[in-house]
């Protein structure tokens, strides 16, 4: 496993822009990594994901077009930049890192990941 302290989130108005990082420490290497949410009363969703080398991501259809995911491999950071948000878009935003027999496509299901950060808190006002 990996350490992953994700930060950034926050409170801003519809249409207002966010960026989340995620600093993943332990063994220096790159690994498949994603963005879930978990909305009140909904289950977990991933939101964004790339891969290892960065050469494949996935989006959820709700914010194609909207938010990116990029990675800073020198500096072991996954960045979701989120623009033109929606009060839909609120929850708790949670990075993850695949650390263990990974390829090189994308992985999108919460089983597929062994590290969690804690979580960071995204509020979009109406």
């Known amino acids: 496993q990996v350490q992953l302290v994700e930060s950034g989130g926050g409170l801003v108005h519809t249409g207002g822009s966010l960026t989340l990082s995620c600093v993943a420490s332990?063994?220096?290497?790159?690994?498949?990594m994603g963005w879930f949410r978990r909305a009140p009363g909904k289950e977990r969703e991933c939101v964004a994901a790339?891969?290892?080398?960065?050469?494949?991501?996935y989006y959820t259809g709700s914010v194609k077009g909207r938010f990116t995911i990029s990675r800073d491999s020198a500096n072991n950071t996954v960045n979701l930049q989120m623009n033109s948000l929606k009060p839909e878009d609120t929850a708790v935003y949670y990075c993850?890192?695949?650390?263990?027999?990974?390829?090189?496509?994308?992985?999108?299901?919460?089983?597929?990941?062994?590290?969690w950060g804690q979580g960071t808190q995204v509020t979009v006002s109406s």
């Open positions: 993850a890192a695949k650390s263990r027999n990974f390829g090189g496509r994308v992985y999108y299901r919460p089983d597929e990941y062994d590290s």
């Open positions: 332990g063994r220096s290497r790159s690994y498949p």
């Open positions: 790339i891969s290892w080398n960065g050469d494949n991501w």
